[in-house]
């Protein structure tokens, strides 16, 4: 059963958590009733033992054009002093921080236009595939402000920081084949739906305790020494090896066949 907002969907297809931005008027341009919907879906996925991964894509030909910053400001009212400082935090940025540090494993399905806050959400998924005339866009700077959504910290850390600086600084449209070239993405396809169905399917058998510890070191040591690296990979190893997947995963090695991993 699917519940949202009529503009983001959020549904259960199994152990998949499929989350659609279902817009495809606007290029899935997000308001801030589909916002709020990701971060109450994110949040609660975080949580929920029985998920095992989590799908974002977009409705019809364009995965997200980023913010609806037409809708949003068709008043003449006008916020007080503070309010991107005050609201930003628990919206766009609590998206991002929410797909980097779930532990769950996060597909991103991108056709059409990714741009601005729809490219960082695509950036901060572990694994985007993207159709490979994709384009993917960062026009902070072309609408005359300072980017947000994760996307100077993002960018250098996927593709380097003389790439960070043609799409950040000179507005450069990257297709989906060139993302992939740069390592800005996981796969350019012909077929990015068939790719990314195949992807879940192998993720969503995986061993979710120890791929959530693994994505958890991962973001953890982009900030650490190589031994408080190894330190934090310990006790993610000691928790790991106490989940029935770690048993399972040695007794199908001892076996000789493939693991049947339950996810816990």
């Not at 809708?71 to 400082?85: C, E, F, I, Q, W």
């Not at 797909?99 to 960082?120: D, F, I, K, M, S």
């Not at 993302?179 to 396809?189: C, D, K, R, S, T």
């Amino acid at each position: 059963m699917a519940v949202g907002d009529a503009v983001t969907t959020v549904a259960r297809d199994g152990a998949v958590l499929r989350l659609t931005l279902d817009r495809p008027g606007r290029r899935n341009s997000l308001t801030p009733d589909m916002v709020e919907t990701l971060v109450t879906a994110l949040t609660a996925a975080a949580s929920d033992d029985t998920l095992r991964a989590i799908h974002l894509r977009g409705a019809g030909e364009h995965f997200c054009a980023g913010v609806d910053w037409v809708s949003g400001n068709t008043g003449d009212a006008k916020p007080r002093t503070g309010s991107v400082l005050r609201r930003v935090p628990h919206t766009a940025h609590r998206v991002i921080e929410l797909l980097h540090t779930v532990q769950l494993p996060v597909v991103a399905t991108v056709r059409g236009w990714a741009a601005g806050l729809g490219c960082n959400l695509a950036l901060a998924a572990d694994f985007t595939v993207a159709a490979t005339d994709a384009t993917f866009w960062e026009p902070f700077l072309d609408r005359g402000f300072s980017p947000d959504s994760g996307s100077t910290w993002l960018l250098p850390r996927l593709t380097g920081l003389a790439r960070a600086r043609r799409m950040l600084l000179l507005g450069e449209k990257v297709d989906g084949a060139t993302a992939a070239e740069w390592g800005l993405i996981h796969e350019a396809a012909d077929d990015p739906d068939a790719a990314a169905e195949t992807l879940l399917a192998r993720l969503a058998a995986a061993p979710t305790v120890a791929f959530g510890l693994a994505k958890q070191a991962l973001v953890q040591n982009l900030h650490a020494t190589l031994p408080q690296a190894m330190t934090n990979e310990l006790f993610a190893l000691e928790l790991a090896c106490r989940t029935r997947d770690f048993k399972e995963g040695l007794a199908a090695f001892r076996d000789r066949r493939a693991p049947e991993f339950e996810g816990r």
